[in-house]
């Protein structure tokens, strides 16, 4: 018998987990957006992978490092574990092609190389894979990846106007997408 292969979640950071703040330096800055964790644990129960997907283009510009981000990162899931929903991978995109030494990458959403690699890994159906994000940016990522793209009207809520977004649903928060995920999944 062949092996299904996994479905995830592909979650964006800012804006969606936490509440976005412009260049966050510091673990002292973050804010989970009420709802995030128990979203994220009930995904979990479902059996989706959770994948955390993020630009952090703060590190080209000399921001933050790579380490103090790993730091924040480490925090941000401590936090959410506490709350029973932790990601089971975490990819973020340290570049920006008119940063720092100016990386053309193909991990930079909307590339898909972050979600290509968790593919890897996870031995994923990016088909039948979700993206939830609060950019236009996340919702061509997940056209370019061949997974639903779910936009949320937190952080951004889909007004930062760099593409023509075309959502395949248009949620409140994580909680609520979260919810229509669990439901469109169970018809695979
Ligand atoms: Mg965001
Ligand atoms: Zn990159």
Redesign the pocket.
């Known amino acids: 018998m062949r092996r299904r292969k996994n479905h995830a979640v592909f979650l964006?950071?800012?804006?969606?987990i936490i509440e976005?703040v412009h260049y966050l330096r510091h673990s002292d800055q973050l804010k989970i957006i009420p709802g995030a964790a128990s979203a994220i644990k009930k995904l979990r129960k479902a059996g989706l992978k959770i994948v955390v997907v993020s630009n952090q283009s703060a590190v080209a510009r000399g921001f933050i490092t790579r380490g103090a981000l790993e730091a924040v990162h480490r925090r941000l899931k401590s936090k959410l574990r506490a709350q029973g929903g932790a990601w089971d991978a975490i990819y973020y995109c340290p570049h920006h092609p008119q940063a720092g030494r100016r990386v053309k990458c193909d991990c930079r959403k909307p590339g898909i190389g972050m979600l290509r690699a968790a593919a890897r890994k996870f031995k994923l159906d990016l088909e039948q894979s979700y993206l939830i994000?609060?950019?236009t940016t996340?919702m061509r990522t997940a056209r370019n990846a061949g997974c639903k793209g779910v936009l949320v009207k937190t952080?951004?809520s889909g007004r930062d106007g760099t593409y023509k977004a075309n959502p395949d649903a248009t949620c409140r928060n994580l909680a609520q997408a979260a919810s229509w995920v669990i439901k469109k999944d169970k018809m695979f």
């Open positions: 964006d950071r800012d804006g969606v976005d994000g609060d950019t996340d952080g951004k």
